[in-house]
């Protein structure tokens, strides 16, 4: 079915396009290239200054290495069209969608022909408010429908269950991954809303979660339901040659993509409420107030464990030093992580359904988070968190232009 | 229709617009094929349209530089009213480009347009009134641009409405006699034979496109679905759905079921009667189109309208068997008003294949929670495409003041 997906015609305003990127500096906590104000637009826009627009345009998407928004939703999708013409439609339907609502728009009026063709969420002008739309693509793409087996990214593989995990299959894989960030949540829904509306009959939904990055509480890295700053330590963009992006072993299509796990991890945080301070700062390896490494003073203060053999100060089998011992010999299984925090209501013993969006992005799987998940295995935090869902799935090279769409290379092939 | 098309109009809407306005025009026109000006500089006013039988589209040629973005339409009229942008000459004379209905006297409401190249005027239908058309002005627009459509006269769907009408108190009578059948077989205790009854009972009525509540009460009565659970539902299900829950158990309680299908079959009986006795609006034809799927999308694919009986794909084959029926009948109205009328056709075509294809698995007899995922979400798809893609004809289509 495609009626759907060329009958609403690419719509680009003016805004966005060609514009300096002098104002760029505006956009608070926008610190990556590819990031500008709109020159046109005063701060109307956006409830809390200029609207930060930022290009879905470069050689990397742009919500990799890019700062996460406040507000994610993230959308596993699965190819209903049956050849790889139909396939290819749908991605060109995300590219030009995913092109448009970045750069922010006035949506088309209708007249009499239709109903509107936007939800009118966002109002009548639609604001970028720091949107990106991250496309990904599942192992199970790979299989006999689209002819692409030969075309799999080489590290590319199902997500199974680990020791500690607690799977549940309707919140697992998929063909196609979204993960749509922005500023604030309504704009987020307003672009999960227009991206399904453009390629239904051809995506089929399977399954999502949103989440939320609070503000810092006081100050630096957001804190997740367990009252602990996350995500205080990633990789810097120096690194991300050797870390994140795809490396020169696999197929030509893949270059500027990156491999990226999805994580749905419940937070048993009324148990967790029940443990002692001391216990749970020994679990995590950080000081819970300030997010200090038990080894240093400040959250910026790098952990060291060099002279803690032990485990004395920051215990052997606490999560940061687990997940990142900081040897040499772990340099490379580093990862970029991107996380938010979710809130899904109730489960049926009355506990909060509470947890964590975790998302990372890196060059090899295996050598990164597989590692590091089987060092975590049976670590003392497990009792508090229970892997729930996600999957393995490729994030696709940046798109170039607004010609270009996603997945150009791997279909050429 | 009359028109105020004049040389003289255009010559001072030219002059209105002035050197900067021009400019405005070449640099739009310069850009190309993408569509680029979406809103008017900031600092510069809307135009200011009127609305009224005396002065109908006064302030309009100022959309010959603005042709995109908003105009403010002002009702200066005693008398609420209905405001468009037509097409005059050309192709798509009489074309509908933007519409303003229940306007308010001596109101002021922002209209959206988007036109593409071409010669427009506005029209006021104004209550009571016969309709007013304003000064025409040129558009140098872009190439895009809202997609104009003719509008539909009631009149054009009146022989329609009748025949369908005919057609759906026709099919009724087969319900009906399905609902005697049912009552025999409760009554002779041969409960695969009324099963069977209720299924193909059940499924003649979704032909009759009773989606959306388009027969009000009497159809909620007929096949609505529980408010919620027993505890919280005072006015438990009656008709299908309550025969349905009670039919499709183990051991049931016969006695009653006999009771519910007369009341069924009562209400059936009134409802032929209000099928004969009063007329169908040409709208409900129209909404049809799409609700019906709709209805299918979510009571029936969600599973919330299986009470017991695992018919979900009888249910769709019904359903959009009704639809394939008020398209074929939409047919002649179609061109020109919705892009590829073929491709809508030929979706149907391939979601009824598709339901066939899955009534030969065993999903036939599950509930729509059982099927394998991959079905699921191939029927789901295919029928939200399919609303998606017939959603633009209940407006296009809307039967509309033409004089």
Same mark, same amino acid.
């Given at each position: 079915m495609s009626a759907s997906m060329d009958r609403r015609g690419l719509f680009r305003g003016l805004a966005g396009t060609g514009l300096a990127a002098g104002a760029a500096g505006l956009a608070a906590g926008c610190a990556h290239a590819g990031a500008s104000a709109r020159a046109d637009e005063p701060a109307t826009d956006a409830p809390d200054g200029p609207d930060r627009v930022i290009s879905p345009y470069g050689e990397h998407q742009p919500g990799i290495a890019g700062e996460p928004g406040s507000a994610v939703s993230v959308l596993a999708l699965d190819v209903v069209a049956t050849d790889r013409g139909g396939l290819a439609e749908a991605l060109k339907a995300l590219s030009s969608r995913v092109g448009t609502l970045t750069q922010g728009y006035a949506p088309r009026p209708t007249g009499i022909s239709g109903p509107p063709s936007d939800s009118g969420v966002l109002g009548p002008d639609v604001p970028a408010d720091g949107l990106t739309v991250t496309?990904?693509?599942?192992?199970?793409?790979?299989?006999h429908r689209f002819g692409l087996a030969g075309a799999k990214p080489l590290r590319l593989k199902p997500m199974h269950a680990f020791a500690d995990d607690d799977l549940d299959a309707a919140r697992c894989g998929g063909?196609?991954?979204?993960?749509?960030?922005?500023?604030?949540?309504?704009?987020?829904?307003?672009?999960?809303?227009?991206?399904?509306?453009?390629?239904?009959?051809?995506?089929?939904?399977?399954?999502?979660?949103?989440?939320?990055?609070?503000?810092?509480?006081?100050?630096?890295?957001?804190?997740?339901?367990?009252?602990?700053?996350?995500?205080?330590?990633?990789?810097?963009?120096?690194?991300?040659?050797?870390?994140?992006?795809?490396?020169?072993?696999?197929?030509?299509?893949?270059?500027?993509?990156?491999?990226?796990?999805?994580?749905?991890?419940?937070?048993?945080?009324?148990?967790?409420?029940?443990?002692?301070?001391?216990?749970?700062?020994?679990?995590?390896?950080?000081?819970?107030?300030?997010?200090?490494?038990?080894?240093?003073?400040?959250?910026?203060?790098?952990?060291?464990?060099?002279?803690?053999?032990?485990?004395?100060?920051?215990?052997?089998?606490?999560?940061?030093?687990?997940?990142?011992?900081?040897?040499?010999?772990?340099?490379?299984?580093?990862?970029?992580?991107?996380?938010?925090?979710?809130?899904?209501?109730?489960?049926?013993?009355?506990?909060?359904?509470?947890?964590?969006?975790?998302?990372?992005?890196?060059?090899?799987?295996?050598?990164?988070?597989?590692?590091?998940?089987?060092?975590?295995?049976?670590?003392?935090?497990?009792?508090?968190?229970t892997p729930v869902g996600g999957g393995y799935f490729f994030a696709l090279p940046g798109l170039r232009d607004e010609q270009d769409r996603y997945g150009r290379g791997l279909l050429d092939t | 229709m009359p028109r105020i098309s004049s040389l003289a109009t255009r010559v001072v809407a030219a002059l209105v617009v002035g050197t900067l306005g021009l400019l405005a025009v070449l640099a739009v026109v310069g850009l190309g094929p993408r569509h680029v000006a979406t809103r008017p500089a900031r600092g510069r006013s809307r135009p200011v349209v009127t609305a009224s039988v005396t002065r109908c589209g006064d302030g309009f040629d100022a959309v010959a530089t603005q042709p995109v973005g908003q105009i403010d339409v002002r009702d200066d009229d005693s008398r609420p009213g209905e405001v468009r942008v037509v097409a005059v000459g050309g192709a798509r004379d009489g074309a509908v480009y933007a519409d303003l209905e229940l306007l308010a006297p001596g109101t002021t409401v922002p209209l959206a347009i988007d036109l593409p190249t071409g010669s427009y005027a506005v029209q006021c239908l104004m209550e009571d009134e016969e309709p007013v058309t304003g000064g025409v002005v040129d558009v140098q627009g872009a190439s895009t641009g809202t997609r104009g459509v003719p509008p539909v006269d009631q009149s054009e769907l009146l022989r329609t409405t009748l025949d369908y009408q005919a057609a759906v108190g026709h099919r009724l009578g087969r319900v009906r006699h399905r609902i005697s059948g049912l009552v025999q077989h409760l009554a002779s205790g041969d409960l695969p034979a009324a099963r069977h009854d209720w299924i193909a009972a059940h499924r003649?009525?979704?032909? +009759? &496109?009773? @989606?959306?509540?388009?027969?009000?009460? +009497? &159809?909620? @009565?007929?096949?609505?679905?529980?408010?919620?659970p027993p505890t919280l539902d005072r006015h438990p299900v009656t008709g299908f759905h309550r025969i349905e829950h009670d039919l499709f158990t183990a051991r049931p309680h016969t006695a009653r079921l006999i009771g519910d299908a007369r009341a069924l079959a009562s209400d059936l009986a009134a409802l032929s009667h209000r099928l004969r006795s009063t007329q169908l609006a040409p709208l409900d034809l129209v909404l049809r189109a799409h609700e019906i799927t709709e209805d299918l999308l979510q009571r029936t694919l969600t599973g919330r309208d299986d009470l017991g009986s695992h018919t979900a794909l009888a249910t769709a084959d019904g359903d959009l068997a009704a639809t394939a029926d008020v398209l074929r009948r939409l047919r002649p109205v179609l061109t020109g008003r919705v892009p590829h009328p073929a491709r809508l056709f030929t979706d149907l075509t391939t979601t009824r294949a598709l339901v066939r294809r899955l009534a030969r698995t065993p999903d036939a007899h599950r509930s729509v929670a059982q099927w394998p995922r991959v079905d699921r979400e191939q029927l789901a798809s295919a029928v939200a495409g399919l609303a998606e893609s017939l959603a633009p004809l209940a407006v296009a289509l809307e039967p509309r003041r033409t004089s």
């Open positions: 496309v990904s693509v599942g192992a199970s793409l790979f299989d063909d196609l991954l979204l993960q749509v960030s922005a500023d604030h949540g309504d704009t987020v829904l307003h672009a999960v809303r227009d991206l399904m509306r453009h390629t239904r009959g051809a995506l089929a939904p399977r399954w999502r979660i949103d989440g939320a990055r609070p503000p810092s509480r006081p100050t630096g890295a957001p804190r997740n339901h367990l009252g602990f700053k996350d995500g205080i330590a990633n990789p810097s963009a120096d690194d991300f040659d050797a870390l994140v992006w795809a490396g020169d072993d696999e197929p030509a299509w893949t270059a500027g993509g990156s491999y990226h796990v999805v994580r749905i991890i419940r937070m048993l945080t009324e148990f967790w409420d029940r443990v002692g301070l001391s216990e749970q700062e020994r679990m995590i390896g950080r000081r819970r107030d300030s997010g200090a490494p038990l080894s240093g003073s400040t959250d910026a203060d790098d952990p060291d464990y060099s002279d803690d053999p032990r485990g004395s100060v920051t215990p052997l089998d606490s999560h940061i030093r687990l997940a990142n011992p900081r040897t040499d010999a772990t340099a490379d299984q580093r990862m970029l992580r991107r996380a938010w925090n979710y809130d899904a209501g109730l489960d049926l013993a009355g506990n909060l359904d509470l947890g964590l969006v975790f998302t990372c992005f890196q060059t090899d799987l295996e050598r990164a988070f597989e590692t590091v998940q089987h060092r975590l295995q049976g670590e003392p935090l497990v009792d508090y968190i | 003649g009525y979704q032909l +009759l &496109g009773g @989606a959306y509540g388009a027969f009000g009460e +009497l &159809g909620d @009565a007929i096949d609505g679905l529980p408010h919620g």
